[in-house]
C-alpha cells in the first residue's frame, strides 16, 4: 500500500540532501559548551535571538520550555558526552501554554482520539515563574554536573527583549 505524503515532507527531504552534500564536504563539527532548553514555538528563533550557528549549542525544545524528566535526562547526557556547562532556560511572553489548562489540553486530547493522555500537560499561567522552576529544579538535580551556570530568561516577542530572571 503506498503512502500519500505531504509536499512539505518532500520539500523537506530534499533539503536533507542539501545538507548531507554540506556534511560530506566537511560540514559541522562536534563541538558544543551550553545547551538552550526553550519552547518549541516556531514563531521566534533561537539561534538568531543568541546568534549561534550551527553545533554552539544544544537545543533542548519542547511545549513551554518545561523542565521536564526528559529534559533532565538530555542534559545529563550533554554534560557527559560534550562536556557541556551552561544552561539557558528561556520561556517567552506569547506561550501558547498560558491560555489552556491541563484538564482543558487533556480534555481536547482524549475528545480526538479517544484516548487519555498518559503524560501530564504542564501548561503554564506564568511564564517568568515557569522559567525560574525550571532553573530551580535544574540547580536542585543531582544527576547533573554543571548547576553553578543554569540561568533563567524570558523573551517578549513585542519588544524583542531577553529578560534575566535568576
Known amino acids: 500500500m503506498a503512502h500519500a505524503f505531504s509536499a512539505r515532507t518532500n520539500v523537506l527531504l530534499a533539503n536533507a540532501g542539501r545538507y548531507q552534500a554540506q556534511l560530506q564536504s566537511g560540514g559541522p563539527k562536534k563541538r558544543t559548551g551550553a545547551v538552550v532548553v526553550t519552547c518549541m514555538d516556531a514563531r521566534f528563533n533561537v539561534y538568531a535571538l543568541l546568534g549561534l550557528n550551527e553545533c ?56 480526538d482520539v479517544g484516548v487519555r493522555a498518559a503524560w501530564p500537560a504542564a501548561t503554564l499561567c506564568d511564564v517568568t515563574a515557569e522559567a525560574r522552576r525550571g532553573v530551580a529544579r535544574l540547580r536542585s538535580t543531582p544527576v547533573l554536573r554543571h548547576t553553578n551556570g543554569i540561568r533563567g530568561f524570558c523573551f517578549d516577542e513585542t519588544t524583542g527583549e531577553l529578560h534575566e530572571l535568576c
Open 56 to 111: 554552539d549549542a544544544h537545543i533542548l525544545r519542547n511545549a513551554g520550555g518545561v523542565v521536564t524528566d526528559d529534559v533532565i535526562r538530555s542534559l545529563a547526557i550533554s554534560q557527559r558526552l560534550f562536556e557541556t556547562t551552561d544552561v539557558m532556560v528561556i520561556t517567552h511572553a506569547a506561550c501558547g501554554l498560558r491560555d489552556i489548562t491541563d484538564e482543558q489540553l487533556t480534555s481536547a486530547v482524549q475528545a
